[in-house]
């Protein structure tokens, strides 16, 4: 008697699960068909500015620019690889990034014009990699917050937004021995402002992510951290090995 009632209230509760899995299903293509879409921007743009530097000669911009557009698609051709979907928040900063960096920055001068726009996009771009990193050693402990404390969780990911930051310059300054171009500007105090502003921004990001572990969450950073989190479960939950105990 009693199987029988489970039986039926379970009979009775499948349409509404089915119902659920049919909404997240098309949520997951939605968010997808989204990613696709900013992704095509990005490519949009940042092609045109390639072709536009081919058509002027202009080789050396139009590598920096090639560049750029690799590593501003690589998070969503990455992300599709893995199986991973990214908010699309990330992606949409990522194009404005690129717009800023490409077509304001090299097109229309803005680093020569706006004292502060090198600065203001490093600091940026230090945030967004601290929020990387973040995410990356969160998904080291499985998601558990409780695995290691959140000051060493958040600073694993600070050294890791600044050691790309280092990278970053060590590539500019390539650039500049090998192909001639400026990207250091100014040579030793650029760099030396750039790093310390990818400092700033990665202490920013990564101080995000210590308070999404407290529990905290205010502002887009700590938004977009939630986001990727909730699309990602899998990367964040403990699997049970064969004896069934948790990996």
Partial sequence: MVGNVIEGHIGSMRPILEHCNVNTEVTNMNARRSNMEVATIIALLLGGALIAFFILNDWKIALIGAVTLALSLSPYLFARRLGVQLPTAFLTLTSLFAFGSIFLGEILNFYERVWWWDLFLHTASGIGVGLIGFLLVFILFKGDRYAAPPYAICGMAFV???????????????????????????????????????????????????????????????????????????????????????N
Wanted: charged content about 25%; cysteine-free.
């Fill in 160 to 246: 890791f937004a600044v050691s790309i930051g280092t990278f970053w310059e060590l590539f500019e300054y390539g650039m500049d021995q090998i192909f001639g171009t400026t990207m250091q500007k100014t040579g030793r105090d650029d760099t030396m402002s750039d790093l310390l502003m990818n400092t700033l921004g990665a202490s920013i990001g990564s101080l995000f992510g210590y308070f999404y572990l407290l529990g905290d969450r205010f502002g887009l950073p700590s938004r977009l951290i939630h986001e990727f989190v909730k699309k990602n479960g899998h990367l964040y939950s403990r699997r049970k090995n064969r004896r069934g105990h948790e």
